[in-house]
């Protein structure tokens, strides 16, 4: 069974950083692609970061690039989104979602950042930016 659980969420003032971590259990972590999500409420949920498994490659909303860092320790199962320079218009829920393997990265209508191309999804975790 595929898990997922992110943590490191909380308050933080503008300009401050975060780092959130995503545990995942239930595939082996080669083949895969995980992505970050977030929804802030009234707004979809948008795609924010993913890593590819399998060649490393990282994605980057606008939004988000050049402020955010997305990392993966293969031997601890984890991915990690460190957000630096938190401005409040990123206070969302945010979540991490898993394409386990086989990764689906390679089909013509893959998208990294597109909710389609993830099939399991943790619980989210709270982030304010907030003086």
């Known amino acids: 069974e595929v898990q997922l659980v992110e943590s490191g969420g909380g308050l933080v003032q503008p300009g401050g950083s975060l780092r959130l971590s995503c545990a995942a259990s239930?595939?082996?972590?080669?083949?895969?692609?995980i992505g970050w999500f977030r929804q802030a409420p009234g707004k979809e949920r948008e795609g924010i970061s993913s890593?590819?498994?399998?060649?490393?490659?990282?994605y980057y909303a606008d939004s988000v690039k050049g402020r955010f860092t997305i990392s993966s320790d293969n031997a601890k199962n984890t991915v990690y989104l460190q957000m630096n320079s938190l401005k409040p218009e990123d206070s969302a829920i945010y979540y991490c979602?898993?394409?386990?393997?086989?990764?689906?990265?390679?089909?013509?209508?893959?998208?990294?950042?597109?909710?389609?191309?993830?099939?399991?999804w943790g619980q989210g975790t709270q982030v304010t930016v907030s003086s």
């Open positions: 890593i590819i498994g399998k060649n490393g490659n990282t």
């Open positions: 979602a898993a394409d386990p393997p086989p990764s689906k990265f390679g089909y013509s209508w893959y998208r990294p950042l597109a909710i389609p191309s993830y099939d399991y």
């Open positions: 239930g595939f082996t972590f080669d083949d895969y692609a």
